[in-house]
């Protein structure tokens, strides 16, 4: 069967919406989550067939193309390359992961919550796959409305604030992106992504829409110092709203800029790309030194978010294929380690119902399944040789050190300041002296617990080990990207 002539990104969309309808019609709170999790897992199965019927080009493949509303030339028009395809993979394979881990979290109103999660993932696969500005633009604003209701409703003590703050700072930042887009159909004729990447944009114009652009961008990553929404978020938000925050929402900004700025506005963003280097390094390591003075752990992995997501930013400031290459890649790492990390921190939550590092100790003697797989996630975060992190990391750090060698050396110290603070955490928690009568009463994790991390870790070792399985998909991608910015226009910003 030719794979291509199937409407493949159709059903994945989609498909998590007509389960959330199922959902309605049943009553049995173990029926909602078996539907949840059995439609979720199909749609990550049917995922994977993107990769079955793959070419390892830099064209945009599984295209569908239909005209929605011909008076203002808006269509229906999706399609995945390399640097969408597994953030795609990764959103199906977060879809059932947060479903499972949910089984015996949630005990309020289960159908809302399962119903929200399928929700999120259909409008966060949208963003992913669509190149009609308007409808990229639908799918963006509505990845919003799941979110705010997840983390209002199922999340922490303050969550109404944190889930109000997280609506107003994204959405205020879409404001002036919905106005370029306007205004490039008022100057174009389109909204299509293909036609404007060729149309000719005047220089004041890229200027200004670039930075509109930008600006949703910076604050979905979120970039420094847009970034203050995000750790009340992750903080109050359900142990499953952190994984999708961490795990693929934060990517939607960083996917902005490689698939929007970077081919739209090639000039502006080879100007701004120097500034885009120095709040990245800003951000890298401001992340890292709050990180480091947190008591909450799952405050800590929050602003270690920001660190990382700083060395994406880097790598796509750098405008160079290997920086290109591994902030796309670095992207989908973090995502597959913070979204660990936050899952490790919710099952020991749920054992203890408190997240103090200093309430901790010792757990490596009671609980050593939890302990191992904390140390591994750890580490893959850290970026520790032979795991996910130290690709992405070192190619970005190649891409910076290519444009300004001070780039790298800063970067880098962001690296020790996340050994530092992660294995702080580490030693708070799993090491020392087992003197808390709570602790030595916990139990190990269950065998549910450890399937929800398992594809995980080994995705770890999978991309530490053979990176080239995914950057053979990557960097033909990149390739056609680097072919409409100009890199030789960057001018190092920092000395």
């Known amino acids: 069967m030719d794979l291509t002539s199937l409407p493949l990104l159709s059903i994945i969309v989609w498909l998590p919406v007509l389960g959330a309808l199922l959902l309605l019609i049943l009553f049995s709170h173990r029926a909602v989550k078996v539907a949840a999790l059995a439609i979720l897992l199909l749609d990550f199965i049917i995922s994977l067939a993107l990769l079955a019927g793959w070419v390892d080009n830099g064209s945009m493949q599984f295209e569908e193309f239909f005209v929605w509303i011909p008076q203002f030339d808006i269509n229906y028009h999706l399609a995945v390359d390399g640097i969408s395809l597994f953030l795609v993979l990764l959103t199906t394979l977060f879809g059932p992961i947060v479903v499972l881990f949910s089984w015996r979290n949630i005990q309020e ?73 306007l205004v490039l159909y008022w100057q174009t004729g389109s909204f299509d992504w293909t036609v ?46 952190s994984v999708i925050l961490a795990g693929v929402l934060l990517k939607m900004g960083t996917y902005g800029f490689l698939r929007f700025c970077l081919p739209l506005f090639p000039d502006a963003t080879a100007s701004f790309a120097p500034i885009l280097a120095a709040i990245a390094i800003i951000g890298i390591l401001y992340g890292a030194l709050v990180a480091l003075v947190q008591k909450d752990v799952k ?161 770890f070792f999978l991309i530490g080990l053979f990176p080239n399985l995914f950057l053979d998909k990557i960097n033909p991608a990149v390739d056609v990207l680097m072919q409409s910015v100009n890199a030789d226009t960057v001018v190092s910003f920092l000395p």
């Open 299 to 459: 405050s800590l992995v929050a602003y270690s978010s920001i660190a990382h997501l700083g060395f994406v930013m880097l790598g796509v400031a750098s405008l160079s294929k290997q920086g290109l290459s591994g902030a796309v890649l670095q992207g989908v790492n973090h995502g597959l380690s913070t979204g660990a990390l936050f899952l490790l921190v919710g099952m020991i939550y749920d054992r203890r119902h408190t997240r103090q590092l200093s309430d901790f100790g010792g757990l490596w003697k009671v609980v050593p399944i939890f302990s191992g797989l904390f140390i591994v996630v750890a580490m893959a975060s850290v970026g520790l040789p032979g795991l996910n992190g130290f690709v992405g990391e070192f190619s970005i750090l190649l891409g910076a050190f290519q444009v300004n060698p001070a780039w790298a050396i800063l970067a880098t110290v962001g690296i020790i300041f996340a050994a530092w603070y992660l294995l702080t955490a580490a030693r708070a928690m799993l090491f020392g002296p087992l003197d808390n009568e709570k602790n030595q009463k916990l139990t190990d994790l269950t065998p549910r617990e450890v399937w929800v991390l398992v594809p995980l870790v080994f995705l």
């Open 109 to 181: 109103n289960i159908k809302g919550y399962m119903a929200l999660i399928m929700l999120q993932q259909t409008a966060m696969l949208g963003v992913f796959l669509s190149l009609d500005l308007v409808l990229f633009f639908i799918f963006w604003e509505f990845s919003l409305i799941p979110m705010y209701f997840l983390i209002g409703r199922w999340g922490g003590k303050n969550r109404v604030y944190a889930a109000v703050k997280f609506f107003i700072y994204t959405m205020a930042g879409s404001a002036l992106m919905l106005i370029a887009i």
């Open 196 to 241: 404007l990447q060729d149309a000719t944009i005047a220089p004041t114009l890229q200027m200004l829409a670039f930075l509109a652009f930008a600006l949703a961008f910076a604050v979905k990553v979120p970039l420094f110092p847009f970034h203050t929404w995000l750790p009340d978020a992750h903080v109050q938000a359900p142990t499953a709203g």
